[in-house]
């Protein structure tokens, strides 16, 4: 089993940054895709960016150069670094993992981001 748990969630103002970090514990996988997904307001959960155990990235249209995922393989952990933040990128942010061969998934319980002038 492994458990997530998600930190750095807050309230910024419209063009502020915040990171996000995810820390992995229990049986972690020894090849893993790790992720961050969010869901609005009255929306349904979207993917915002993945990453691989090798460094390969991809993220969606709306936060495309504004977002960086990044991962630290030997601390178990995710980052989500959010630059020039919107109201539209306000949500409950969750990290997630899946394991590559049995695709298996775990999900941290959520850090709200709000943001807010």
């Known amino acids: 089993q492994v458990q997530l748990v998600e930190s750095g969630g807050g309230l910024v103002q419209p063009g502020g940054s915040l990171r996000l970090s995810c820390a992995a514990s229990?049986?972690?996988?020894?090849?893993?895709?790790m992720g961050w997904y969010r869901q609005g307001p009255g929306k349904e959960r979207e993917l915002v960016a993945v990453?691989?155990?090798?460094?390969?990235?991809s993220y969606a249209d709306a936060v495309k150069g504004r977002f960086t995922i990044s991962r630290d393989n030997a601390k178990n952990t995710v980052y989500l670094q959010m630059n020039s933040l919107k109201p539209e990128d306000t949500a409950v942010y969750y990290c997630?993992?899946?394991?590559?061969?049995?695709?298996?998934?775990?999900w941290g319980q959520g850090t709200q981001v709000t943001v807010s002038s």
């Open positions: 990453i691989a155990i090798g460094g390969t990235t």
């Open positions: 997630n993992l899946r394991r590559v061969i049995s695709g298996q998934q775990y």
């Open positions: 229990g049986s972690i996988p020894s090849m893993s895709l």
